[in-house]
């Protein structure tokens, strides 16, 4: 009874989300046919001319992987960071306010001030690499140090009588239930990697979906801006869903243990 009806809630959303998709794109084909918003808001028919194109189809996945590869490697370097940022804030007390405040002077410094500086400082292949890092740093501190601070008082009350020291009690008990806020903050970065890599391809990288859409700017090219823009946004909601599918069964699991 129970099962059915947690599947009659799965296929309602998906109907639900699905009637809300196939809304968005007949507005967004009749705003595109009747020139609306103006000759910069095409026929979503006429941007998907562009994609399925057999003469783009080899610009487009160049474009795709290069960004791809950028924003994978951001992703993991930039998340890897924040959570050994974070564990050293909480296992060294004194100087957690300090190192806090650093990461969030980090992540107020406009990306676009940044970009610059970083080509000065690294390849520019480099850069929108770097800038995805960056991008998924901040969310990743706070996501995990907010987990490792619902730790509850009684469980490290008990693992100081059983006679853990700090770094025990660190794995043993705040380590696990900062995991939910950590999968958390790894599902929202994921897409934030994938912005942070078009913004750095926006400085001057051969390939990728930035320098795709600085180019179809200069050409005035309408119909190519949007596809690389579309082709961008898909990205980002395929890594958030992917991410999002490990953060439902680890937390399921997490759940289950408790």
């Known amino acids: 009874m129970h099962s059915s009806s947690v599947m009659r809630g799965i296929s309602g959303r998906l109907l639900l989300?699905?009637?809300?998709?196939i809304t968005f794109a007949v507005l967004w084909e009749v705003a595109g046919r009747m020139r609306l918003l103006g000759d910069s808001w095409p026929p979503l028919t006429e941007i998907w001319t562009?994609?399925?194109d057999p003469s783009?189809?080899?610009?487009?996945?160049?474009a795709v992987g290069a960004t791809l590869e950028k924003a994978a490697f951001g992703y993991v370097i930039g998340t890897s960071a924040a959570i050994v940022f974070a564990a050293v804030a909480a296992l060294i007390q004194p100087i957690r306010r300090q190192m806090l405040d650093l990461a969030a002077i980090v992540n107020a410094i406009p990306i676009l001030a940044l970009g610059p500086l970083l080509i000065a400082l690294f390849p520019r292949e480099?850069?929108?690499v770097a800038i995805s890092a960056l991008t998924v740093f901040f969310t990743t501190v706070i996501a995990t140090?907010?987990?490792?601070?619902?730790?509850?008082?009684?469980?490290?009350d008990l693992a100081?009588?059983?006679?853990?020291n700090r770094l025990r009690r660190f794995w043993r008990v705040e380590a696990p239930a900062a995991l939910p806020s950590l999968l958390d903050g790894l599902k929202l970065a994921a897409p934030?990697?994938?912005l942070g890599a078009l913004l750095g391809e926006w400085f001057g990288t051969e390939r990728g979906l930035g320098q795709l859409l600085v180019v179809s700017m200069q050409n005035y090219r309408v119909d190519m801006l949007w596809s690389a823009g579309l082709l961008a946004a898909g990205i980002a909601l395929?890594?958030?869903g992917m991410v999002s599918i490990v953060e439902r069964s680890v937390s399921e699991r997490f759940r289950m243990a408790i």
């Open 17 to 21: 989300g699905a009637a809300g998709i």
């Open 160 to 164: 100081t009588t059983l006679g853990a």
């Open 192 to 194: 934030s990697a994938v």
């Open 145 to 156: 140090t907010a987990g490792i601070e619902s730790a509850g008082p009684a469980h490290q």
């Open 50 to 52: 562009t994609l399925s």
């Open 126 to 128: 480099v850069t929108p």
């Open 238 to 240: 395929i890594a958030y």
């Open 56 to 62: 783009n189809r080899t610009q487009f996945e160049r």
